[in-house]
């Protein structure tokens, strides 16, 4: 059998051109699940041949049951195996209509009561819509990994494992960045809670508390630090001061519409929190510009391994 040309599998970004038109308009997908499908294959294959996701040939066989086999690796898979949709129990329109939902921030009490679907099947689709979110981040292999403990939810492509336990001294820190307009949330290496506690102890460093959110005054080339915590943490060292850090005192853009949301979040743990951050890093940085089937392509993705 002769050698294949292999495709790539993994690409950091998906590229606008790979994004089919929906001419009768996205929410036409979000009631007929053969349509929906049909959209969902046109961005996990885009040039509309079946690949395999583990070794990238193109020369597959069909099977029984929905199923394909890759000629090469022989590796038996479904059309969304390995991607990011592939974790959730929800139909193609299922998906589409969530993605709508989410685009719109309507809360999981709200989704949930439109999708007539379970709390808990719309919380795990969800945190696979925000996992695609921080994969097509240009800092995706710095995230999905120990520094922040992303890493431990995912079992190859499966988002099937659980949170660490954080500490003081295992927290992680993010720095938010300001250029051009747009906003990039940094994780700051070698930094975690501990690091500024120590600051703002011996250091005096500004520290301001809501909640679990714990943030700074301006630090080096960052508008703010900050981190999110737990009941472990010495909050009660935190001093109270007269004058608001730099990032409320500019009364910054980002940091206004990111605070609206963190506190719809409700119960954002520290483990999870990058997720967020970065949903929020891409909802302002395309906020003149329609994100849904964006979103949906991201889905279909293929989960990169290793990261």
């Known amino acids: 059998m002769s050698t294949t040309t292999r495709v790539v599998t993994n690409m950091p970004v998906i590229p606008p051109s790979y ?39 193109r020369k597959v066989y069909t099977l029984s049951g929905d199923r394909l086999r890759c000629a090469s690796c022989k590796y038996t898979f479904q059309p969304f195996s390995g991607r990011w949709i592939n974790n959730g129990a929800l139909s193609p329109s299922e998906w589409l209509h969530l993605v709508s939902l989410f685009v719109q921030e309507q809360s999981v009490h709200q989704m949930k009561k439109q999708l007539k679907l379970s709390y808990n099947t719309v919380y795990k689709a969800l945190t696979a819509i925000r996992f695609a979110i921080l994969a097509h981040a240009i800092d995706a292999r710095q995230l999905i990994s120990s520094a922040t403990g992303l890493n431990s939810y995912l079992k190859g492509n499966r988002l099937t494992g659980g949170p660490r336990e954080m500490r003081m001294d295992t927290i992680p820190v993010y720095g938010i960045l300001r250029r051009d307009g747009l906003v990039f949330i940094d994780l700051v290496p070698g930094f975690q809670a501990e690091t500024l506690f120590h600051f703002h102890m011996n250091f005096h460093l500004k520290l301001i508390r809501t909640g679990n959110l714990v943030y700074t005054d301006r630090y080096k080339e960052y508008d703010a630090l900050m981190f999110c915590g737990n009941e472990s943490l010495p909050y009660e060292v935190i001093r109270r001061y007269d004058e608001p850090p730099h990032i409320d005192a500019v009364e910054d853009e980002f940091w206004n519409f990111a605070q609206s949301r963190i506190k719809r979040f409700r119960g954002i743990s520290c483990q999870r929190f990058p997720l967020y951050l970065k949903e929020l890093e891409f909802r302002f940085n395309n906020r003149s510009k329609s994100i849904t089937e964006v979103l949906a392509a991201y889905l279909c993705a293929l989960v990169p391994s290793p990261l």
Not at 34 to 55: H, I, M, N
Request: overall charge negative.
């Open 19 to 57: 994004i089919p038109e929906t001419p009768d308009g996205f929410d036409s997908l979000l009631h007929d699940d053969v349509k929906a499908r049909e959209y969902l294959l046109s961005l996990s294959w885009p040039t509309g041949d079946a690949f395999c996701p583990r070794c990238g040939h």
